[in-house]
């Protein structure tokens, strides 16, 4: 009998449009490993700002990221991101990171230092025993993984999407994140081919989930 196969789920959207809940709701019910590609961008951009680099003057940026060395650690089902044997604490969720991530993240060296990284985290979920990957971001279904086994794009109006984010007691303007991330040159945010598109607005996660999981389901038994 042939094994089960192995999957990588893509899921792509705009800031607080559910992508981090259902990925972790996904990920316990197909036993797949999670990586948050969010929270490498705010890494690598922590640790940016703890060097001296600004996005507006590449060579500083060139040199800060010349001698990162990035790790993962797996902590339960969620693949954590290490800079120089160090995982980041909470500073990357405050203001300071979220009004300068999509500065940085719009730059092609720093998005290239994270690309192997990325695709790299589908061989830690196989060695680590996980049915697959899923991983969430703003390029995973267009760039990171395009052959992914499935594709989902989600999104939320802007005012709910500001309201969650306060709800989590963040300061974040995800209207202008979006605008940044999806006027880029470099893989900009933006709804991968194929990929099935979820408007989160009035739906809770466990429904979001449940959308998502049954879409992967129907697929799997008739493999
Ligand atoms: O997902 P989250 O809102 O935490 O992402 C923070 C920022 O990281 C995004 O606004 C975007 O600028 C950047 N990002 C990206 N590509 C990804 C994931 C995140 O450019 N795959």
New binding site residues.
């Given amino acids: 009998m042939p094994g089960k196969p192995f999957i990588i789920v893509a899921i792509d959207g705009g800031?607080?449009s559910g992508?981090?809940s259902t990925a972790s709701a996904l990920s316990r019910r197909f036993n797949l490993l999670h990586a948050?590609?969010?929270?490498?961008?705010?890494a690598v951009t922590s640790e940016m700002l703890k060097r001296g680099a600004d996005p507006g003057d590449l060579a500083s940026v060139k040199a800060a990221l010349a001698d990162l060395r990035l790790g993962t650690r797996i902590d339960g089902r969620l693949a954590q991101i290490e800079i120089a044997g160090r995982r980041p604490g909470a500073e990357i969720r405050s203001r300071e990171v979220n009004e300068a991530?999509?500065h940085f993240?719009?730059i092609p060296e720093l998005?290239s230092a994270l690309l192997s990284y990325q695709r790299g985290q589908a061989a830690a979920a196989r060695s680590g025993g996980f049915a697959g990957l899923v991983m969430?971001?703003?390029?995973?279904g267009s760039v990171?993984f395009p052959a992914a086994d499935f594709r989902f794009f989600l999104h939320a109006d802007p005012a709910e999407r500001e309201r969650r984010r306060v709800r989590e007691g963040q300061q974040d303007r995800v209207a202008e994140?979006d605008r940044?991330?999806s006027t880029r040159k470099t893989?900009p945010l933006s709804v991968p081919d194929g990929a099935v598109s979820i408007d989160t607005t009035r739906l809770t996660i466990a429904e979001v989930a449940d959308r998502m999981a049954s879409v992967i389901a129907r697929s799997l038994e008739g493999a």
Avoid: F, M, N
């Avoid at 969430?136 to 995973?140: A, Q």
């Fill in positions: 800031a607080a992508k981090s948050d590609t969010g929270s490498y961008y705010r991530v999509s993240a719009a998005r969430e971001g703003r390029d995973i990171i994140r940044l991330d893989a």
